[in-house]
């Protein structure tokens, strides 16, 4: 990592030589966590404790008017003492270095293009995010009171030359979009519309054959703004998926989003509705998505035994229905202290899940040392029940879940 560094640094000296400017940019935190009963067992397993870090470091090189290029360096995003984590500077796997973003842009004024490995999976809100690096071309078009952006995304290609596989292009993994954002005042709004082409990759890395593709085609819908002392963001999302894979169902879900909160000078209260639906055939539930937070537990273990897919594969929950009341303190420039109360209940139908329902209270206070350095401590209490107990096949509730955390973290 030191010589990736030291070449960073090289190219950055070397464009404000060739009069390209350079915005570097950078985060870095450190985190020790304490966990009681995280598998929301009847009587908890005990306690563990672990320290985990993460860190990246951005360069944008513009390199002439409106032209640039982005780099991004994601590095020791893991748990320390873990084998991938191991204190040298050439591990080969995730807790190294790793290239997240690198992707090209140019503004011709009336249009703008990006494309390479940059940042997909998010829009509007947070709720059903899971953004994470994708390679894809972008096409942005500046319209009345907002932009419209097409958008073509490749996640895996098996029609590349040579192929030895007949038909191999119906393999691939391909993603188009069209979505607008807009703002008239104090509103912001707007759709997006994605149409997905899924090769389904089995667990063993390879390609189940041409009839074995899945096809999504999803649409959401975003108003965000504020009303007088009043602020507000919602989102809506349908998805539709039809699959040619032997025994798996067609299925269509949904979520909904809505958090409503005032701006009442030092404090900030406010309540959020979640909901997301399930199909009981093909035992899938809209997932809140792994960038959207419903508590500090259930962001921590993904709804670990919550929900008829056993848990969520996207973090967070899938299939269920949500109130959180909270409440943030800005005591001063420096000084934040919060806290929130969530309540949420099981959409499924299968009878192993239709009963589990469970409350989370959370609390947390953040101080900024400096612009650039802050320090976050976090705790959380839950309770869950009715949840089935698969070697007695009987239901029960769980002893209670713990957690806290303290995090230091540094932005530039």
Do not use: C
Not at 103 to 132: C, P, R, Y
Not at 386 to 401: H, P, Q
């Amino acid at each position: 990592m030191r010589k990736l560094l030291v070449v960073l640094m090289v190219v950055a000296f070397a464009a404000t030589a060739f009069a390209a400017d350079v915005k570097l940019s950078g985060y870095m935190e450190v985190k020790g966590i304490y966990i009681e009963n995280g598998e929301a067992n009847e009587d908890s397993l005990g306690e563990t404790s672990w320290w985990e870090q993460d860190g990246n470091i951005q360069a944008k090189f513009i390199v002439d008017k409106g032209t640039a290029f982005t780099v991004r360096g994601d590095f020791r995003d893991g748990t320390w003492g873990e084998s991938n984590m191991v204190a040298k500077t050439n591990s080969g796997d995730e807790g190294g270095f790793t290239i997240q973003r690198a992707f090209l842009e140019h503004d011709f004024g009336k249009a703008a293009i990006q494309a390479g490995l940059m940042s997909t999976g998010g829009w509007g809100t947070a709720f059903g995010n899971n953004v994470e690096g994708n390679y894809r071309v972008k096409l942005i078009v500046p319209v009345s009171n907002g932009k419209v952006q097409f958008q073509t995304t490749k996640s895996n290609e098996s029609g590349s030359f040579p192929s030895n596989k007949k038909d191999a292009e119906k393999d691939d993994n391909d993603q188009y979009g069209v979505d607008y954002v807009g703002k008239t005042g104090n509103y912001t709004y707007g759709f997006n519309l994605t149409y997905r082409m899924d090769s389904r990759v089995n667990n063993e890395g390879g390609l189940k054959g041409d009839d074995d593709s899945a096809d999504t085609v999803k649409l959401e819908l975003m108003l965000k703004g504020e009303l007088g002392l009043i602020g507000f963001e919602s989102e809506f999302a349908y998805a539709d998926v039809s699959t040619d894979e032997v025994g798996a169902e067609d299925y269509d879900l949904f979520g909904a989003y809505v958090n409503v909160w005032g701006n009442l000078g030092k404090f900030t209260p406010g309540i959020a509705f979640i909901y997301g639906s399930t199909d009981e055939d093909a035992n899938e539930g809209f997932e809140f998505g792994d960038d959207f937070n419903t508590t500090l537990l259930v962001d921590l273990t993904d709804g670990y035994n919550l929900s008829g897919a056993g848990y969520s594969t996207n973090g967070d929950l899938a299939g269920y229905t949500a109130v959180k009341a909270y409440l943030d303190y800005a005591h001063n420039d420096a000084l934040t202290i919060g806290g929130a109360f969530t309540y949420a209940v099981s959409n499924w139908d299968d009878p192993n899940y239709e009963d589990v329902k469970f409350y989370e209270l959370d609390a947390y206070v953040s101080y900024q040392i400096n612009k650039a350095l802050n320090y976050t401590v976090k705790a959380a209490y839950a309770k869950i029940s009715d949840i089935m107990d698969y070697g007695t096949l009987d239901k029960y509730d769980s002893e209670a879940l713990y957690y806290a955390s303290h995090t230091l973290s540094v932005a530039f």
